[in-house]
Structure formats: structure tokens, C-alpha cells
């Protein structure tokens, strides 16, 4: 991350300096968000990285494209950041952030994995938690947000997932690009998509000790 200085590096008009790097697996895109809500009176800014690819070029295997994207709560007023949500992802291409009827989505375009080309790219729905201060008496009861799965898109080779919303209508359109070129077009109504549900016991390594244990049938 990169900040722009008006009087640095000695050139009129300044130019940007190195702020801020972030720990990152073979990054191919990436894409900011601020939070709907609001911690201590401020909003909090978000950024999401996805990750494509670990291991030797020379002697690929799928498990080296099989990787977790990380979404990060990014402090720019100190240069701090903070692990929130690890996604799995099979070689991303690109991160998407949009807006639709007031919430939070993300899209995430998957290009290969173990099914080679063929994947399913996804659509997640910024949703809240919250922390439990029973676990800690230290801790606090306030809203976390986490992107949950609410659609997937068959894709082959997919490079970008991308959202265009009709004005007229306030019908979202998917489009995927692929590598081979071609576009595929998907309409979904996205009013009535409700989470997937996750693992019966889902606890992350990546949350701390004011973290609840999630219970999902």
C-alpha cells in the first residue's frame, strides 16, 4: 500500500511512498471496502487480497493454486492492519467489492484448482457477527463483520466476476469473463439469497480469544 506524499521524493507535485505491505500468497488483485458499521465512532476500512498460487512454477501441482485470500481491517491513521477473514480460493484472478439495496457484497473469480479449469466462482454477503464477552472478561460485545457464501457461478478458467446493476429495475447481472475469452451472462435476484450454511463446527485459528464458536446445522 502506497500513500501519497505532496513534497516527497524531491519532485513537484510529490509522488507515493511505500506505507504499508501486507502478508500475501502470489497476489493478483485487490479491492478496499469501509464497514457499514462503526467501532469506537470510526468507521473501519477493509481490504481484500486475493491469493492465486504457492509452490514451484516449474513443477505445478493443483494444491499450489489452492489457497486462502485474505480480507484485512486496515488502520491507514497508524499503518497497522489486522487478519479478519481467511476465504479459500482456487487461483484467484480478481476481487470485486459492490453495493446493492445497502449491502456489502464480494466476488471472487477462481481460475483453476483440482478440477483443473473448471471451477465455481463466488458471490459472498458481508454479514455481522458478534463477539462473546462471556469468553473473556476483558472482552466487549461488538459487531465483526464476515463475508459469507451466498452464490456460486460454474466458470472455466474464470479471470473476472463482475456485477452490473439495472437502474430500472434494481436487477443485479453477473457476468464472467473467461480465459478463453468468452463472457457468460447469470441473473440473479439477490434479495432472496440467504447464507449458505457452513461446517456444523466452524472455528477459525485466525480470531481471537473474545471469538464465539459458531454452531451451524
Same mark, same amino acid.
Given at each position: 500500500v502506497y500513500k501519497f506524499n505532496p513534497t516527497g521524493c524531491s519532485l513537484i507535485g510529490g509522488c507515493f511512498e511505500l506505507f504499508l505491505q501486507l502478508p500475501a500468497l502470489g497476489a493478483t488483485s485487490v479491492a478496499? /471496502?469501509?464497514?457499514?458499521?462503526?467501532?469506537?465512532?470510526?468507521?473501519?476500512h477493509f481490504l481484500v487480497v486475493a491469493n492465486s498460487f504457492e509452490g514451484d512454477q516449474d513443477?505445478?501441482? +493443483?494444491?499450489?493454486?489452492?489457497?486462502?485470500?485474505?480480507?484485512?481491517?486496515?488502520?491507514?491513521?497508524?499503518?497497522? /492492519?489486522?487478519?479478519?477473514?481467511?476465504? %479459500?480460493?482456487?487461483?484467484a484472478q480478481a476481487v470485486r467489492v459492490f453495493k446493492h439495496d445497502s449491502r456489502t457484497f464480494l466476488t471472487i473469480s477462481n481460475a483453476?484448482?483440482?478440477?483443473?479449469?473448471?471451477?465455481?466462482?463466488?458471490?459472498?454477503? *458481508?454479514?455481522?457477527?458478534? %463477539?462473546?464477552?462471556? *469468553?473473556?472478561s476483558q472482552c466487549a460485545i461488538s459487531p465483526?463483520?464476515? /463475508?459469507?457464501?451466498? *452464490?456460486?457461478?460454474?466458470?472455466?478458467?474464470?479471470?473476472?466476476?463482475?456485477?452490473?446493476e439495472n437502474k430500472r429495475n434494481q436487477l443485479p447481472y453477473f457476468f464472467s469473463v473467461l480465459s478463453t475469452?468468452?463472457?457468460?451472462?447469470?441473473? /440473479?435476484? *439477490?434479495? %432472496?439469497?440467504?447464507?449458505? +450454511?457452513?461446517?456444523?463446527?466452524d472455528h477459525s485459528g485466525y480470531?481471537? +480469544?473474545?471469538?464465539?464458536?459458531?454452531l451451524d446445522a
Open positions: 478496499n /471496502f469501509d464497514s457499514p458499521s462503526t467501532s469506537g465512532g470510526k468507521v473501519r513443477v505445478e501441482v +493443483p494444491s499450489h493454486s489452492i489457497k486462502n485470500s485474505y480480507v484485512y481491517m486496515v488502520d491507514y491513521e497508524n499503518g497497522a /492492519f489486522e487478519l479478519v477473514q481467511a476465504i %479459500q480460493t482456487a487461483s483453476k484448482g483440482f478440477s483443473g479449469l473448471a471451477q465455481r466462482s463466488k458471490v459472498y454477503k *458481508l454479514s455481522e457477527r458478534r %463477539q462473546d464477552s462471556r *469468553l473473556n465483526i463483520e464476515q /463475508f459469507e457464501e451466498v *452464490l456460486d457461478v460454474p466458470t472455466v478458467g474464470g479471470v473476472e466476476l463482475g456485477f452490473v475469452g468468452g463472457v457468460g451472462v447469470k441473473v /440473479f435476484k *439477490l434479495d %432472496q439469497i440467504v447464507p449458505n +450454511p457452513r461446517a456444523v463446527v480470531f481471537g +480469544p473474545c471469538d464465539e464458536l459458531v
